[in-house]
């Protein structure tokens, strides 16, 4: 099992406040931007990604993590096989996706 990359998301009603700042005072680019979402990410080896979003999609709550996993299937077994809720491990809200 892989994890490629951990993304904190910050929840906000004004994510462009955080083009303001990410972008613009620390040179961040943007990685990907959806209107209600927008990722920055910065340049160097270790390749630091933050998001900032309105909802977490289709007027979800924003998740704390986005977790990117290599194999979903076998990632959300062995969150069930080990007596997680799936939503809210240590009372957080993670997004454990794959791009595939």
Known sequence: MTVNRIV???ATGQVELATAFYGEV???TVGMDHG???T???SGQASP???FAIEGG???PVPDLSIEVADLAAVHQR???AGYRVEYP???LLNILSHQ
Do not use: A, H, K, Y
């Open 40 to 42: 920055f990410v910065g």
């Open 49 to 51: 990604q933050i998001s």
């Open 90 to 92: 240590f009372g957080r």
């Open 26 to 28: 620390l040179g961040m």
């Open 8 to 10: 904190p998301n910050i």
């Open 36 to 38: 209600w979402i927008i």
């Open 79 to 81: 969150v069930t096989e």
């Open 58 to 60: 289709s007027g979800t």
